[in-house]
């Protein structure tokens, strides 16, 4: 393969709770450098993957004009592949479902109910954006989860906030980064920029969502569900097989962020008995970006099906 192909990262899934380390630095903008090729443990590449799945993947990601990351995970085997995968981009709204993993912990240990009552204050708690918690009356009064569904249905700014503010939030987004850290390795908070994010970072919570969900904990259940019914699912399953009516062939659990220099998604496809996650970060908003991400997820999805079945390649 050529000296740029994108790092085949093959680690196994019960590594993703590494410790913290240092944040690795925000990097500026242009187009991404692709990381070194790294040795294998876990998961392993078929011998006799076409050499054409791989290659057309690595020069998608390295002919764009913007910074890409991109970080995969087969949830079965533990193989993953990743590019870029540890640079920092804008958070964006992609920020909150990883932030909700610890607000459905907070409710599991019971320092928090779904039933808990907070009340919507303008004066604290709006912003523009996504949402319709910001066309309510001052002083509406939402259950925790009410918020949580308007976080995930709907990207809401407003619920978001309530939840994260320092006036009368549960959780802030530094103590969220820090928690992140520690479990995860996947920074969320930078004193210099703002909310960010890695795609390996997120790539290893989304991961532990379905883990979570697939040993039937009820709260991430219900938080798988509700992610395969967000709004804007079409970065990630905008690639993927559709049937005759357009329809995706396969559900897909998600969350996306756009904001003024960043358009992300998160995904975990439900691929027969064999998902994946895949995550898609870039530094570029506008409406090709979309159409970079879909190309990707399908170069990915390719490759992820010769993994699971070579045979459908085979004349």
């Known amino acids: 393969m050529k000296t740029r192909l994108f790092c085949l990262l093959l680690a196994a899934l019960l590594a993703l709770c590494a410790c913290a380390g240092p944040q690795p630095s925000a990097a500026p903008s242009g187009s991404a450098t692709p990381a070194l090729l790294s040795p294998a443990s876990g998961g392993e590449l078929p011998e006799d993957i076409p050499e054409g799945l791989l290659e057309t993947l690595n020069k ?17 085997t533990g193989l993953t592949m990743s590019y870029n995968a540890d640079r920092q981009f ?5 920020i909150k479902a990883p932030y ?39 002083g509406t009064q939402l259950t925790l989860r009410q918020i949580i569904e308007y976080i995930v249905y709907d990207s809401d700014n407003v619920a978001f906030k309530m939840l994260n503010n320092g006036y009368d939030g549960v959780l802030s987004i530094p103590a969220f980064h820090d928690k992140a850290m520690r479990d995860y390795e996947a920074p969320y908070y930078s004193g210099t920029y703002g909310n ?27 938080f798988v569900d509700m992610l395969k019914d967000a709004n804007e699912n079409k ?31 998160a995904a975990i496809v439900f691929y027969n008995d064999r998902p994946y996650v ?38």
Not at 60 to 76: G, H, K, P, S
């Open 196 to 222: 960010v994010l890695t795609a390996s970072g997120v790539g290893r919570m989304f991961a532990e969502i379905y883990a979570r969900a697939s040993r039937g904990d009820e709260l991430y259940v219900w």
């Open 278 to 315: 895949l995550v898609l970060l870039t530094d570029y908003l506008l409406i090709n970006t979309q159409g970079f991400m879909n190309r990707v997820s399908a170069d990915v999805f390719a490759i992820h099906e010769y993994i699971c079945d070579s045979s459908r390649w085979q004349n």
């Open 235 to 265: 970065f990630v399953k905008g690639g993927l097989p559709t049937d005759e009516n357009g329809e995706c062939l396969y559900e897909v659990a998600h969350k996306y962020g756009m904001d003024i220099k960043s358009s992300n998604d």
């Open 100 to 138: 909700l993993m610890y607000i459905l912990d907070m409710v599991a240990a019971g320092e928090l109910s779904l039933d808990d009552v907070h009340t919507y204050r303008k004066g604290y708690h709006y912003m523009g954006g996504t949402g319709k918690v910001r066309y309510m009356e001052d």
């Open 60 to 76: 998608r990601l390295n002919n764009q004009t913007f910074a890409c990351a991109l970080y995969y995970i087969d949830l079965t």
């Open 90 to 94: 804008a958070a964006a709204s992609l």
